[in-house]
């Protein structure tokens, strides 16, 4: 019998390849309203290879100076605006993002077999031609396509870093109800990541290294960007390097807390407000008694300065316990490098409460 040729090998390969993966489908489809797909692989966003994905054409990943903690989580973010749009830059607030953009937002951990990931689920934001709608997706158990769903089952997640430090716990998926919790600013639901200080880094793409708001002007995801001189940029949590110790811990707050604790948030109701051009020292918590819900011991005050152990913040960055952690989602172990840095911090507080100086400078600053 004669052996088939090489090219028709190929050719079978090639098939067997794109009918495997659902996600292999180049061009993105315009989704204004419901019903939307109950598979992620319809959106059509990016392809899934050997665990990795790859996005598909006009969708652009993106990363953020100081990211939101979710439980040591690996996140891959991702954007794509309908052909002819475009985003209006915003100074300080997310950007204005145009009817039919979709920012996807997928998370997952180590396997403990070797460097690979296992992805555990994709969380999207729609802008429809009403609102943000918030759409969740969990991974199957071979990887190649994720389901989405309203109210998602726990995973349990085993992993351990190079170091040996072992990571095994519980991770909890929020529902679909519960984004509102962080991404509602006076009841209305919007994007907290991608703001200018957050994307004003360098992002290594395809077609080589490039500034984050350079790059999406340049393809026409972005308009009204001003000079590199005039660009907000604040300070890595994580890189000594890039700021001082106050200007790490409050770009740390202000990604991690400011999106509840601000006028219009969640938690605005508390008076305590973390965004990075927050300076009264009272609004970030200094000497300020509580007035929100959750145990916290004979504690007194939100911070006191020089004594991170007195301070409710750290009490309840430190704790896992339900209406007393903080955040109160997306986190159920301590972020023990972030609880660090904010103890530092408050450490390095002058004064006692009842002589404490009234302000503090904006940390949002240009390059």
């Known amino acids: 019998m004669r052996s088939p040729s090489w090219g028709l090998l190929c050719l079978i390969c090639l098939v067997s390849f794109l009918g495997c993966n659902r996600f292999l489908q180049r061009d993105v489809k315009v989704r204004i309203e419901a019903p939307f797909p109950t598979r992620l692989s319809e959106w059509r966003l990016f392809s899934v290879r050997s665990g990795r994905l790859e996005p598909n054409r006009s969708v652009v990943p993106y990363d953020l100076n100081t990211p939101l903690f979710s439980d040591y989580a690996s996140k891959y973010r991702f954007v794509w605006m309908p052909p002819g749009t475009s985003a209006q830059y915003e100074p300080d607030d997310p950007f204005d993002f145009p009817v039919g953009t979709v920012l996807a937002k997928t998370f997952s951990f180590p396997t403990s077999r070797d460097s690979s990931e296992r992805l555990i689920e994709t969380r999207l934001l729609v802008h429809t031609k009403t609102n943000w709608t918030p759409l969740l997706y969990i991974w199957d158990a071979d990887q190649q396509d994720a389901i989405q769903q309203l109210v998602p089952d726990p995973v349990r997640v085993r992993w351990?870093?190079?170091?040996?430090?072992?990571?095994?716990f519980t991770y909890r998926i929020p529902n679909v109800n519960e984004c509102h919790e962080c991404h509602d600013n006076n009841r209305a639901l919007r994007p907290i990541g991608p703001k200018a200080?957050?994307?004003?880094?360098?992002?290594?793409?395809?077609?080589?290294?490039?500034n984050q708001l350079t790059y999406?002007?340049?393809?026409?995801?972005?308009?009204?960007l001003?000079?590199?001189e005039l660009r907000p940029s604040v300070a890595k949590w994580d890189k000594p390097e890039s700021g001082s110790l106050e200007s790490r811990a409050r770009a740390y707050l202000d990604n991690n807390c400011a999106h509840c604790h601000q006028p219009g948030g969640q938690a605005g109701y508390t008076g305590v407000d973390f965004r990075l051009a927050q300076t009264e020292l009272a609004g970030l918590g200094l000497c300020k008694s509580?007035?929100?819900?959750?145990e916290v011991g004979a504690l007194r005050y939100d911070v006191v300065p020089g004594r991170p152990d007195e301070s409710i913040l750290i009490y309840r960055l430190a704790s896992t316990a339900p209406k007393t952690s903080m955040p109160p989602l997306s986190r159920d172990v301590v972020h023990v490098e972030g609880l660090q840095l904010v103890r530092e911090w408050i450490a390095s507080l002058p004064g006692r409460c009842g002589r404490v100086e009234p302000r503090v400078k904006s940390l949002v600053t240009s390059p």
């Open 160 to 168: 351990t870093e190079i170091s040996g430090r072992l990571h095994e």
């Open 197 to 210: 200080r957050n994307l004003n880094k360098d992002y290594a793409y395809r077609s080589g290294t490039d």
């Open 216 to 224: 999406w002007a340049r393809i026409g995801y972005l308009q009204g």
């Open 226 to 228: 001003p000079a590199p």
């Open 290 to 294: 509580p007035n929100s819900a959750g």
